[in-house]
């Protein structure tokens, strides 16, 4: 078993990005609806990220709305020349948490492209990801349409959210699916052939909710591991991420700078076999 780390992935054949990143969805209101009580807070976080090296924020307009993708812009443009922005659009947002709907028609993406455009004072968004596939309108409709706006040069790589291996298949039909977003985590890897899927056509695997939760058992088990080790649970659930496939990136998120940096710091924790098999072994029989 191969115990090391490597640091950056080649996304879409031509965007060197490090593996550990930054997910701005917390940078907004705790509600994730409206403007956070100190956007200055926000903007140092966002400023910090990148001090620390990170080269790859992900975002999407319905964050706020609008909002993560304004502070973005605030804290961060003009932006450096190796910084990477990836947005996502295809959820429309009514209120907090989760009052949000599904809207991938061709007319909405159309407007969520360009407003993220306006937005992140962008010609063309490196990453912009289908937030999810919308059950009301055909998949090749909105796959089309990202296509085209592919074509016309807004979009320079397009990747998925929330998707099956057969829902990427689809997909590549269109265009070059060079990133996947899906709720994952060492609790919780109910997508792990997607993940086997995306290993083997050289596509990113960003797990959304990295640290997991909800299960009270396995999340004890995994504090007993990480006091073992002198780390915090969520360093550890970070590092076994970075250890357990090369084409995952990781974007964690925070509002807060001590989380920040102690997020950062999870890329140098050192697993070796028998601490990866010990994690493995907390969700092995979830796992397909």
């Not at 976080?45 to 909002?67: C, H, K, M, S, W």
């Not at 989380?259 to 140098?268: D, G, Q, V």
């Amino acid at each position: 078993m191969d115990t090391s780390i490597k640091s950056t992935f080649l996304l879409g054949g031509d965007l060197n990005i490090y593996r550990m990143g930054y997910g701005a969805m917390r940078i907004t209101s705790p509600d994730l609806f409206g403007m956070p009580q100190d956007p200055q807070n926000s903007i140092k976080v966002l400023q910090r990220a990148v001090e620390l090296g990170v080269n790859f924020i992900d975002t999407a307009d319905q964050y706020g709305p609008f909002i993560s993708e304004e502070l973005i812009t605030e804290a961060l443009h003009p932006y450096k020349q190796e910084l990477i922005i990836g947005t996502k659009g295809g959820l429309v947002r009514f209120g907090p948490w989760a009052d949000i709907n599904n809207d991938a028609s061709p007319q909405h993406l159309q407007d969520a492209l360009d407003g993220s455009l306006r937005r992140l004072k962008l010609e063309r968004i490196d990453l912009y990801q289908l937030h999810r596939i919308d059950p009301k309108v055909p998949a090749p409709i909105s796959f089309e349409f990202l296509a085209k706006a592919q074509e016309q040069g807004k979009i320079r790589h397009i990747g998925l959210s929330e998707v099956s291996v057969d829902e990427i298949k689809e997909a590549q039909k269109y265009f070059k699916v060079v990133s996947v977003q899906n709720r994952y985590s060492v609790l919780e890897r109910q997508w792990e052939p997607v993940l086997e899927y995306c290993k083997s056509q050289g596509i990113a695997f960003i797990p959304w909710f990295p640290i997991g939760g909800g299960m009270t058992p396995l999340t004890e088990q995994l504090q007993k591991i990480a006091d073992r080790k002198n780390v915090t649970m969520r360093q550890l659930a970070l590092s076994w991420l970075l250890h357990h496939a090369d084409n995952i990136l990781l974007i964690p998120g925070t509002a807060n700078l001590h989380h920040l940096e102690e997020n950062i710091r999870a890329k140098e924790i050192s697993l070796d076999q028998n601490d990866i098999l010990e994690l493995n072994a907390l969700t092995d029989q979830q796992s397909i």
